[in-house]
């Protein structure tokens, strides 16, 4: 019998959730240079103001999202990823959603992100779900291989 997936908000230090970071990490560095990746850190998003969702069926874990408050009524999406095995379950689509309700009952204004311009499942996903193109924002500077992004969020 095939264990439905189960979207939760978890701890990120876990060795299946270090794993699937660290798989992001090379991904990440297999498109772009240092500079234009702005992963945050295990250390980070252990704080406070990060809601960090796994995705997983059974103990196997398939993908990661977290929701970082900025402190101004907006929120960033860092460090969403999707395993290998896992892709075709729209599971980035779930994760995405995740986030969304996350950010309503926080009562955040809107949620924005930067992705790369390489990644263009992520950028149609994202497009899809009604983000659209922003100027940099936060601590970003203009990068050509970087895309910002957000989408107004009704508070529930």
Same mark, same amino acid.
């Given at each position: 019998?095939?264990?439905?997936?189960?979207?939760?908000?978890?701890?990120?230090?876990?060795?299946?959730?270090?794993?699937?970071?660290?798989?992001?990490?090379?991904?990440?560095?297999?498109?772009?240079?240092?500079?234009?990746?702005?992963?945050?850190?295990?250390?980070?998003?252990?704080?406070?103001?990060?809601?960090?969702?796994?995705?997983?069926?059974?103990?196997?874990?398939?993908?990661?999202?977290?929701?970082?408050?900025?402190?101004?009524? =907006?929120? %960033?999406?860092?460090?969403?990823?999707?395993?290998?095995? #896992?892709?075709? !379950?729209?599971? $980035?689509?779930?994760?995405? @959603? =995740?986030? %969304?309700?996350?950010?309503?009952?926080?009562?955040?204004? #809107?949620?924005? !992100?930067?992705? $790369?311009?390489?990644?263009? @499942?992520?950028?149609?996903?994202?497009?899809?779900?009604?983000?659209?193109?922003?100027?940099?924002?936060?601590?970003?500077?203009?990068?050509?291989?970087?895309?910002?992004?957000?989408?107004?969020?009704?508070?529930?």
């Amino acid at each position: 019998m095939q264990q439905d997936i189960i979207i939760q908000r978890e701890p990120p230090r876990q060795p299946g959730v270090i794993r699937l970071l660290e798989l992001s990490n090379a991904y990440a560095a297999s498109l772009y240079p240092a500079e234009s990746n702005h992963m945050l850190p295990l250390e980070e998003l252990e704080l406070p103001n990060v809601s960090f969702f796994v995705a997983r069926r059974g103990e196997i874990v398939l993908g990661c999202a977290s929701l970082v408050r900025d402190g101004d009524g =907006t929120a %960033e999406i860092k460090r969403m990823f999707v395993d290998d095995a #896992a892709r075709g !379950l729209k599971l $980035g689509k779930k994760l995405l @959603e =995740t986030l %969304e309700v996350e950010a309503s009952a926080l009562k955040i204004s #809107a949620i924005r !992100l930067e992705t $790369g311009i390489y990644q263009p @499942e992520a950028i149609g996903l994202y497009r899809k779900a009604g983000y659209v193109e922003i100027e940099p924002f936060g601590s970003y500077s203009p990068d050509p291989l970087s895309l910002f992004m957000e989408k107004t969020v009704s508070a529930g």
